[in-house]
């Protein structure tokens, strides 16, 4: 089907989607329901068909590209990133030497930029290479209205400029290291109160949506004591909901379609409710700031993320209260779901690498020291975890949570690797791609902390191989936010317990996975042993 023929195609089906709910569907019996479903969904596969064009546009035919229907087989196989990208990308990069490559996906086509040389442009020259914008018609999305909003991760130019200088100085000021111990202590507790085999992936992401929620906002999930708590329940929706593959490849099923969904309903519901707890929270942070209130599970001369922002409006850049709530959004996004998936991985390797376990488990004794009783690090003694820090950098390199960065596009003709790409091309950095290439690292399917020593394989590659948080000005703004918890959490572990993989874990032969825009592993069952 060419251009023209799709073009041609494309408003009839769109205004036959919009006539046959709008028209037919209120009609409908629940007799003719099962009717009704497959002829909406004949309708928008035929539509993104037509809408899509199955090869790309002429003007990029010269770059390698990848079937898109290998696409909709992953999505219809729940196939995770790491999952696809070792099934698929990680041989277009070593194998056939494609360091640049495509695939189609919900924005139409994209090129994937696989070597650290292209990708230090594309971090560095964020002008030549600034974010996509949410499409209108995709701002209903469950995804969007999360993160779509007017946000430092989103924006472009001026408008971005001053969400940084709001968010990034209250990121870099407010380490809560001290909250992080007695955090992860009333974890200890919770671990000790289990029995010998404990679903560790499900509490880290408890423990991190708590003290996302203290040092942030001053918000108490309470979601380490009380796993069925309201909060607890509603956030964990929204956040499964988030990662279903069909409704972020086919953002269609979740704006037009989502009445086809009764569940999918539900969860937009519920992030309406989280929303409006947002709203609330600013409005009373706002009072609380105003009668001389702090933070009462903070340090004296610490203030939690979101009165710093406000208390940036005396400098007079100021964020409005939509701008402040899209923020704390992302905020969950840097400071909640990626470091729970991190942590879960760290655990899981050290699990698997008894040596390297005990080495870091000696390194945190050397700092902290071996009584029998729960030590809280300062910021200080965090510092002087090198080994630790190697094992966290290792952990991020093989299973960093995010496996590529949110497309950006080309403003102007310009060359990645000899190869043209046109102006309004989107591109992506495909950093598990770049972490896991033979090309780049070697043994890089291999974990081996000893790559980040002073004079490890780290120090002597590209200074774009390793990117977990991104890099250049548009860096991840929760990266010292982020390694700070898991220096805190994994040196108080390791103090406390020895640890193991159960013989019938799913992850015996290395970590399973799930998740399309940030990667967790499946319920992590680990075993524990108390030390003291």
């Known amino acids: 089907m060419s251009l023209l023929q799709n073009s041609f195609l494309e408003v009839p089906l769109k205004n036959a989607l919009v006539l046959y709910n ?35 546009p002429k003007n990029l035919r010269h770059i390698p590209y990848i079937s898109y229907f290998d696409s909709i087989k992953s999505v219809l196989r729940k196939e995770s990133a ?6 698929v990308f990680l041989p277009e990069i070593d194998k056939k030497n494609h360091s640049i490559f495509m695939e189609q996906e919900r924005l139409g086509w994209i090129v994937h930029v696989s070597n650290p040389k292209d990708a230090k442009r594309i971090f560095l020259k964020i002008d030549k290479f600034p974010k996509i914008q949410t499409k209108d018609e995709h701002k209903e999305t469950l995804n969007a209205k999360f993160t779509g909003g007017p ?32 955090l992860t202590q009333d974890m200890i507790n ?42 607890m329940i509603r956030y964990t929706k929204i956040n499964q909901g988030l990662r279903d593959p069909k409704f972020i490849f086919f953002p269609l099923l979740d704006t037009t379609l989502r009445w086809l969904f009764p569940e999918r309903v539900k969860v937009h519901n519920e992030m309406d409710i989280f929303l409006d707890m947002l709203d609330d929270v600013i409005l009373k942070k706002k009072e609380a700031i105003k009668n001389g209130q702090q933070n009462k599970v903070l340090e004296e ?5 979101l009165t710093l922002m406000i208390e940036s409006e005396e400098s007079g850049s100021g964020l409005s209260n939509e701008e402040l709530k899209s923020t704390l959004c992302i905020f969950f996004l840097a400071g909640h779901d990626t470091t729970a998936g991190a942590l879960s991985f760290a655990v899981h390797y050290l699990a698997q690498n008894q040596d390297v376990q005990q080495k870091a488990r000696e390194e945190a004794i050397r700092i902290l020291g071996d009584d029998k009783c729960d030590i809280l690090p ?33 403003v102007e003709d310009t060359e990645l690797s000899g190869v043209f790409i046109p102006k309004g091309t989107h591109l992506t950095v495909n950093i598990y791609g770049i972490q896991h290439s033979e090309k780049v690292w070697k043994d890089g399917s291999k974990f081996n902390p000893d790559r980040f020593a002073d004079d490890g394989e780290a120090s002597q590659v590209e200074s774009m191989a ?11 703004i929760g990266m010292n936010f982020s390694l700070s918890e898991q220096r805190v959490m994994l040196a108080m572990l390791l103090r406390k317990y020895t640890w193991k993989t159960p013989e019938n874990s799913i992850h015996k032969d290395g970590p399973k996975t799930f998740g399309l825009g940030i ?8 075993n524990f042993q108390k030390r003291y």
Not at 26 to 44: F, H, Q
Not at 301 to 305: I, T, V
Not at 466 to 471: A, E, L
């Open 22 to 56: 709008n028209e037919v569907v209120p009609r409908l019996t629940k007799k003719n329901k099962m009717i009704s479903i497959s002829v909406s969904v004949a309708l928008s596969l035929i539509y993104l068909i037509s809408e899509k064009v199955l090869k790309p």
């Open 82 to 87: 790491s999952d696809r990208s070792d099934r």
């Open 151 to 182: 946000n430092i991760v989103m924006l472009n130019g001026p408008e971005w400029k001053k969400h940084r200088m709001v968010a990034n100085p209250a990121f870099h000021r407010s380490m809560p290291v001290k909250m992080f111990g007695k």
């Open 190 to 231: 919770v671990i000790d109160s289990m029995g010998e085999t404990v679903d560790i992936s499900n509490l880290l992401h408890r423990w991190t949506l708590e003290a996302i929620g203290k040092a942030g906002f001053d918000f108490e999930f309470n979601a380490i004591k009380e796993q069925n708590n309201e909060w």
């Open 301 to 305: 001369n610490e203030k939690d993320l």
């Open 378 to 410: 300062t910021v200080e003694q965090t510092k002087e975890m090198i080994y630790i820090n190697q094992v966290i950098k290792e952990t991020l390199r093989m299973s960093g949570p995010a496996t590529r960065v949110l497309p950006r596009i080309s």
């Open 466 to 476: 390793w990117t977990p948080f991104g890099n250049g000005a548009r860096q991840c």
């Open 519 to 526: 990667l967790s592993p499946h319920k992590l069952d680990i």
